[in-house]
């Protein structure tokens, strides 16, 4: 390709092209691959919270059964009820379009880490921090099937990235951006209470933003006026819009608006989980978690370029501000404070009031996508100093080799990305007996494809002529979903024929029998299914003798 050619090309195609390209990539392989998810523990009773909700409102508000669905009441159901509604009139399974949904606002959340990336970085930046997070496993193996989650992140980055916008406005933003930033801080307050944060966020910018003009002018009155004009134009259209958004979601919330969502902020500071939760190997109460919990189970959960560009980042931070001009640039520094607020606050605050947590980092899923940016944002300093080096080729090389290994990983992961650990930990087989791996049941649907196939080649014609029995360890739905009509499940571990376990709290070590086939990652069990058809026969045959 002569010169002329490629910067025509160059010109043409830009890295908003290839962020566009990249989306465009992420939807094909959510459209081929979102059948392939399986039903993760919490969904089945999120789908009934979804019908529950529709029924309140198609019953003209008399309808409250949402309310006997466990502890679901104290979340908004934006996202459960969409999927409801769609359930009746998609042409694919319950859980199917579920899915699909799910990761389809996944995709939002990828192209909201763009937008912020780009803001922040320019539009190299943008497309390396979606990439980052389309590339982390974490966010994509569980924008399939994490109803609440994923669509909060999505929300929680949108909210971040108009904030910014936000910022370079002060002291009068566009009510427009207020209106904006109200939609995402609604969507978010649909799907949690947590969504509260960004409100923290907005006082946070306000304040970083006032003591940056006192320092300017040296006055206090024009600094506090600054901020008040900020503060009207911006925080009173975000109300103003997130709360009806956050209401017309959460029918528990209308029944008291003012207090309800207090209730549900405190009952979820200290939620309770009766349970011990694995870490380093141990089984540890949920209540008396070390503080290294929660930041561990992030490192280990990052892909190893972006954690070491998110090392670096603060550092790639401050170097610039050694020189004087830097300090000029006011929205760009507070943008870069509110990135990495969002990224520490979250946690430190977790950890100072011992949260109770569960599951790894799930529940802190939103912080993903500001740190693919913050990673991107060094990723671009890096760049450009490496555009300077004559020995740059082998660093593209490398950077390609690793990019390569990375998807590669994914790819043997698949569908059970989520299970992702990094290289430090000695990746996903190192992790097993260490740390949480297929938790929430994705790999049921594999397992009981499995079984249905062992029977069918046992008993070929006469298959659909026997009905076997099923014990499933944890979730019964997310095996039960997949059963052809003559499995039936039962809650009876001890008699059943057959069943399918998982190896949280060793549940797949816990009944006797012939192991009959295994789900297995990179080297790493996640499930089994056990044919215990001996064993009952020679139970059966022991009682027999012994009655005679």
């Not at 043409?12 to 990249?22: H, I, K, P, S, T």
């Not at 059964?65 to 466990?70: A, G, I, Q, V, W």
């Not at 909201?112 to 497309?127: D, E, I, S, V």
């Not at 297929?438 to 196939?453: F, G, I, Q």
Request: proline share 6%; with cysteine.
């Amino acid at each position: 390709m002569s010169a002329m050619r490629l910067a025509r090309w160059r010109a043409r195609f830009g890295w908003d092209e290839l962020a566009l390209a990249l989306f465009a990539v992420l939807l094909v392989l959510v459209l081929v691959t979102f059948t392939d998810y399986g039903v993760t523990w919490d969904e089945d009773a999120q789908n009934w919270y979804g019908v529950a909700v529709l029924n309140y409102y198609l019953s003209g508000f008399t309808d409250h059964s949402y309310m006997r669905l466990y502890d679901l009441f104290y979340y908004g159901s934006i996202f459960d009820t969409v999927a409801a509604a769609l359930n009746h009139v998609s042409p694919f399974g319950t859980f199917e379009t579920r899915h699909l949904l799910n990761a389809l606002i996944g995709i939002v959340g990828i192209v909201g880490t763009w937008k912020l990336g780009r803001g922040l970085g320019g539009p190299r930046a943008g497309f390396v921090a979606a990439l980052f997070l389309a590339l982390t496993p974490n966010y994509y193996g569980q924008m399939f099937n994490n109803p609440k989650d994923v669509p909060f992140a999505a929300s929680m980055v949108w909210a971040l990235y108009y904030l910014v916008c936000a910022i370079r406005q002060l002291p009068r933003p566009d009510w427009r951006l207020g209106v904006k930033l109200g939609l995402a801080a609604g969507f978010a307050l649909a799907v949690r209470v947590g969504g509260l944060l960004i409100f923290g966020y907005i006082g946070v910018a306000l304040l970083g933003f006032g003591l940056w003009r006192l320092a300017e002018n040296r006055r206090v009155a024009p600094a506090l006026g600054e901020c008040w004009a900020g503060g009207w134009r911006l925080v009173l259209p975000a109300i103003a819009v997130a709360y009806p958004v956050m209401l017309l979601f959460w029918p528990w919330a209308q029944q008291s608006p003012l207090i309800n969502p207090v209730r549900a902020l405190l009952y979820f500071s200290h939620e309770i989980f009766p349970y011990g939760t694995l870490f380093d190997g141990h089984y540890i109460p949920a209540a008396d978690l070390p503080w290294t919990y929660l930041p561990t189970y992030i490192v280990l959960a990052l892909p190893e370029l972006v954690l070491l560009l998110l090392a670096a980042a603060p550092v790639v931070a401050l170097v610039p501000l050694r020189r004087a001009d830097a300090w000029r640039d006011r929205a760009r520094i507070l943008g870069l404070f509110m990135l990495g607020f969002a990224i520490i606050f979250p946690v430190a605050y977790a950890i100072a009031i011992q949260a109770v947590l569960f599951d790894g980092m799930r529940h802190f899923i939103f912080v993903l996508p500001p740190i693919a940016v913050a990673a991107a944002l060094a990723a671009e300093q890096a760049l450009a100093a490496l555009a300077r080096q004559p020995w740059r080729p082998w660093i593209y090389g490398a950077l390609a080799l690793y990019g390569a290994y990375h998807v590669a990983v994914m790819a043997m992961l698949h569908p059970d990305e989520y299970v992702y650990y990094n290289a430090f930990v000695g990746g996903t087989r190192g992790a097993q007996g260490l740390f949480k791996l297929d938790y929430w049941a994705n790999s049921y649907a594999e397992d009981v494809s499995a079984l249905e196939n062992y029977l069918r080649a046992e008993y070929g014609d006469d298959f659909m002529d026997h009905d076997f029995t099923v014990f499933v360890c944890g979730p019964p739905e997310s095996a039960a979903y997949y059963f052809p009509p003559n499995f039936i499940f039962t809650p009876d571990r001890a008699n059943a024929e057959f069943v399918i376990a998982f190896t949280k709290d060793a549940c797949n070590e816990s009944v006797a029998g012939r192991t009959i086939y295994r789900v297995t990652r990179l080297g790493t069990l996640l499930s089994v299914v056990i044919d215990r058809r001996a064993v009952l026969a020679h139970g059966a045959h022991a009682a027999a003798v012994a009655a005679r």
